[in-house]
């Protein structure tokens, strides 16, 4: 059993470099969510995908994040200009919905492990 | 905007020892999450529930949502339940999906 993979689990840049995160969720998983933590805090939500539309964007998502998942099973997160603020570990998380289930259902959300980015 | 907020915000039992972490939220949920976080980052899903108490293992969670309030116990605590435990909220968004809101999670150290 295949649990959510995130590329790549460390990377380190220079300040106004452009980075790209990828996330494979879990196959049969049609949400798939962004999420970024930063030292010593708890995860803040940035993005969610229900299979390929992006339905919700938190305002933590400046214009210089992007996230796409074009086929509805991985997804990528970008960040172009790279700030030392960006500085954190972004994390993806997947679940499965039917589409009969009611609006306030949950499923529980499977995590990656995260890709921890550090400016320089 | 939910708020959630946990206590405290560190702990250091003895093994054995039973352990209780707090978490409080201020809006009406969908549901509440118990997660375990381990050094490197690795997030995993303890509990989800919306009312009551659940068991697993060693650990319980209980919720009251009258009260806005969840605990999550350990009881036998061992040094392998060194972790931070993070409770987050679900909440509808969007088309009927479920994003999270994250309390600062609680250190835990069991110490033998």
């Known amino acids: 059993d295949t649990g959510v993979s995130q590329n790549p689990r460390h990377k380190i840049t220079k300040r106004g470099q452009n980075v790209t995160f990828r996330c494979d969720p879990i196959?049969?998983?049609?949400?798939l969510y962004w999420y970024r933590q930063t030292l010593g805090q708890g995860p803040e939500f940035l993005t969610y995908f229900q299979n390929e539309a992006q339905l919700e964007k938190s305002r933590l998502l400046s214009d210089r994040f992007s996230a796409e998942r074009p086929k509805g099973s991985f997804s990528t997160l970008e960040i172009q200009r790279t700030e030392q603020g960006d500085s954190a570990m972004y994390l993806c998380?997947?679940?499965?919905?039917?589409?009969?289930?009611?609006?306030?259902?949950?499923?529980?959300?499977?995590f990656g492990d995260g890709t921890r980015l550090s400016i320089l | 905007k939910n708020e959630v907020e946990q206590s405290p915000q560190n702990l250091t039992a003895q093994e054995g020892e039973f352990i209780t972490i707090n978490c409080s939220y201020s809006?009406?949920?969908?549901?509440l999450h118990w997660l375990q976080q381990h050094p490197g980052g690795g997030i995993v899903s303890l509990f989800m529930?919306?009312?009551g108490k659940k068991k697993h293992g060693r650990l319980i969670a209980t919720i009251n949502i009258q009260e806005k309030h969840s605990s999550l116990h350990i009881t036998a605590s061992h040094p392998r339940d060194s972790a931070v435990y993070i409770c987050?909220?679900?909440?509808?968004?969007?088309?009927?999906?479920?994003?999270?809101?994250f309390g600062g999670g609680t250190r835990v150290l069991v110490k033998p």
């Open positions: 196959s049969e998983h049609n949400r």
């Open positions: 809006v009406g949920i969908s549901a």
């Open positions: 987050a909220v679900g909440e509808v968004v969007g088309a009927a999906g479920n994003k999270l809101t």
């Open positions: 998380a997947s679940s499965f919905s039917l589409r009969a289930d009611p609006p306030l259902s949950n499923q529980p959300q499977h």
């Open positions: 529930l919306s009312s």
